[in-house]
């Protein structure tokens, strides 16, 4: 069965960081690009960037692009999202999702971890 | 930057049929994925590349994808089928989109 099992719950002061994880199972992780997403409470859905497993290349949207380090490991199988500078605003559900087509960057989403929430309060 | 506009909420009687769209500047030239978002869960994707079914979806759920708007029907709504769906594109093959998300209620 494939999986994405992510980290736990974050609270971080403004102006910190906060680094979390995705751990992939049930398919060869270097294969499929992994994605992060970031849920506002109440809010859509907004794409935040990728990594390719394999090589580590990574692509961003330009609204996180500087702020955000995603990385992965294919040792553990494991994809990391760093947010850097955090606000109230980037308190939020953040998602690790797959895309389904191998070595396919537009490919739709397939299997998605739990969640993790990052709450950023003094 | 591209957008993706969807009416926020649509209503549905059991039994009947609802139907989503998604409109965006020449939306029939890229592929139109559709997601649905339970309360409290992950989202789930039911429909991919405009129209394609992925394993386990029911047959109930439809998609097009014409001009400037993608369309995902509901045939037999079902008290289950209440989540929010968003819409999703590539623009440009670098930027992934996601549309503002409508609510389906079954009334």
């Known amino acids: 069965e494939v999986q994405l099992i992510q980290s736990g719950t974050e609270v971080k002061n403004p102006g910190a960081s906060v680094k979390i994880s995705c751990k992939a199972s049930g398919y060869n992780f270097g294969d499929y690009y992994i994605h992060w997403i970031q849920q506002a409470p109440g809010k859509g859905l907004e794409w935040m960037g990728l990594?390719?497993?394999?090589?580590?290349?990574?692509r961003f949207a330009e609204r996180f692009q500087g702020r955000v380090t995603i990385t992965a490991d294919t040792s553990s199988d494991t994809a990391y999202m760093e947010l850097s500078t955090l606000t109230s605003e980037d308190t939020a559900l953040y998602y690790c999702?797959?895309?389904?087509?191998?070595?396919?960057?537009?490919?739709?989403?397939?299997?998605w971890g739990q969640g993790t929430l990052i709450t950023v309060s003094s | 930057s591209y957008e993706l506009t969807q009416p926020p909420s649509v209503s549905v009687s059991p039994g009947q049929t609802a139907s989503l769209t998604c409109s965006g500047e020449d939306l029939a030239k890229k592929y139109v994925c559709w997601y649905q978002q339970r309360p409290g869960q992950s989202p789930v994707l039911v429909i991919y590349h405009d129209n394609k079914r992925p394993s386990g979806i029911p047959e109930r759920f439809s998609g097009s994808n014409s001009g400037n708007a993608a369309t995902l029907t509901i045939t037999g709504t079902q008290a289950m089928d209440e989540a929010d769906y968003f819409c999703?594109?590539?623009?440009?093959?670098?930027?992934?989109?996601f549309g503002t998300g409508t609510k389906v209620t079954v009334l």
């Open positions: 999703q594109a590539w623009d440009g093959g670098t930027s992934c989109v």
């Open positions: 999702t797959k895309g389904s087509v191998v070595r396919g960057i537009i490919a739709p989403f397939d299997c």
């Open positions: 990594v390719d497993p394999e090589d580590g290349e990574t």
